[in-house]
């Protein structure tokens, strides 16, 4: 061992990071960690955690819109910007410090800077110049956001990453793209009174989602108020005074304040010395892995969304704490990817897990369809038009969920409870002989007796 400074050298303090570097540690491991930004990565700085903060911010209108219904008489409500911005802040401030703390008292050294791999066992910390031996290289450097289409005028717009530290909140604002942060920032802002406009190449929203969940969103997002352009594109973005014209693919014009790229992200693995390490990497820059996330080169692994696998925060500390046990808690560990409950918070928020109804036909045949669409008990008095969907696919023949699909208020808390009980192979008999909760929503997945398809 004397011929390595660490057993383990991290590059990247986010979530997969942080998790493998904290649990090697616990099993005796020396580990050193370099995070060039703000430690906690993209879920804490600039993802999941600061979005859920705007998110609910997000929803006060609706429920002061709401309590009229419910005998309550609410004052005008006032909303101002800069305050919640400040708020959200402060909170990540702290989670930040959480995260250092942590690290710190398992015996991590924390290093403040770029770091970059020179050879199976060499990784050079660009602040100082130090090159450190490590018997063990982790990369967990996640992803980065990109500005396509690479249309003239794209400077002009703005990302994720600006839209958590907008000045000021915009009165008209697009967003170019169809998939999770697209589909969350459009309910943000709509939920905070801006004129939205939600602009996606595609059918429909929410690619790879169940097609009745998609169909659901965007009835639900046209009921709000989000103007949606679909099977449309942007061809330019022209800077005029104050204010932003952008022309669509179908000729259309509009002007807005603010117009935010959520087309997708890519691996962050530039300029990290990988390809000069030997180690091999997909077109589209993601490290290529095993199931125990070790790449062509013996010695280095690679977890979180820089591997492009599923791409989710859960999914990446899951990674990197079996990367930990496997390497060195003697405790060989692989992540199963096929069953991951997920949400998306759009406004009504979305709970999914398992398969849709067109992979599920098409990889079992013999499927079962149970849906329910209903108002919630809530807008009964409250007069609001919002839908329930909940959706259960089952195999015809051994009677096994396969998926469970939901949308409405509270659907990321009940999937989380579902997901239990599809990854542990229930059968649409055991959901039957569940005692329902009532009065719940929930309770419609314990009570629906008759397929649909």
């Not at 600039?46 to 911010?57: D, E, I, S, T």
């Not at 959480?98 to 791999?117: E, H, Q």
């Not at 050079?124 to 249309?151: D, E, F, Q």
Request: charged fraction near 25%; include cysteine; hydrophobic fraction near 45%.
């Amino acid at each position: 061992m004397s011929d390595f400074d660490v057993d383990l050298f991290v590059i990247g303090g986010g979530s997969g990071g942080v998790r493998a570097a904290r649990i090697a540690a616990g099993h005796g491991a020396r580990v050193m960690l370099a995070e060039e930004d703000r430690m906690g990565g993209t879920c804490v700085i600039r993802g999941c955690v600061p979005k859920k903060l705007l998110v609910y911010a997000s929803r006060f209108a609706g429920d002061f819109e709401d309590a009229a219904g419910y005998g309550w008489s609410v004052p005008k409500a006032a909303f101002d910007w800069p305050t919640l911005i400040k708020n959200k802040d402060a909170e990540i401030a702290r989670l930040e410090g959480i995260y250092r703390t942590n690290l710190t008292k398992a015996g991590v050294d924390i290093v403040d800077s770029r770091a970059v791999i020179e050879d199976a066992h060499t990784v050079r910390v660009l602040k100082t110049g130090a090159r450190i031996r490590a018997r063990v290289i982790l990369v967990a450097t996640g992803g980065r956001v990109v500005k396509v289409p690479a249309v003239p005028g794209i400077e002009h717009a703005i990302t994720s990453n600006e839209a958590f530290h907008l000045e000021r909140l915009p009165e008209r604002i697009a967003v170019v793209g169809g998939g999770y942060i697209a589909v969350e920032f459009a309910g943000i802002f709509a939920g905070l009174g801006v004129e939205t406009t939600l602009i996606h190449r595609g059918e429909k929203l929410l690619r790879g989602f169940d097609e009745d969940v998609r169909d659901a969103l965007g009835e639900a997002y046209a009921q709000r108020g989000i103007r949606l352009c679909l099977e449309c594109g942007l061809t330019s973005i022209e800077k005029m005074g104050g204010e932003l014209l952008i022309t669509l693919t179908d000729g259309r014009e509009l002007r807005v304040d603010q117009v935010m790229i959520a087309t997708g992200r890519v691996p962050n693995t530039e300029k990290l010395g990988l390809k000069e390490a030997g180690v091999a990497l997909a077109s589209n820059g993601a490290i290529v892995v095993d199931a125990m996330s070790r790449t062509n080169v013996p010695s280095i692994y690679a977890v979180g969304d820089v591997t492009d696998r599923v791409n989710l925060t859960p999914v990446a500390i899951r990674e990197g704490h079996a990367f930990a046990d496997t390497v060195f808690g003697n405790r060989p560990a692989s992540v199963d990817h096929n069953v991951i409950p997920t949400a998306v918070f759009s406004s009504p928020e979305i709970g999914t897990v398992g398969l849709g109804e067109a992979d599920a036909r098409q990889r079992y045949g013999n499927v079962r369809i149970f849906r329910s669409s209903f108002r919630a008990m809530k807008a009964t008095l409250s007069g609001r038009e919002d839908r329930v969907l909940m959706k259960i696919v089952v195999d015809g023949d051994t009677d096994r969920v396969l998926g469970v699909h939901i949308l409405g208020d509270g659907a990321g808390e009940m999937i989380q409870l579902v997901g239990i009980a599809v990854t542990m192979g229930a059968t649409k008999a055991d959901f039957d002989r569940t005692m329902a909760v009532h009065p719940t929503a929930a309770e419609e997945l314990v009570t629906m007796r008759t397929p649909v398809a």
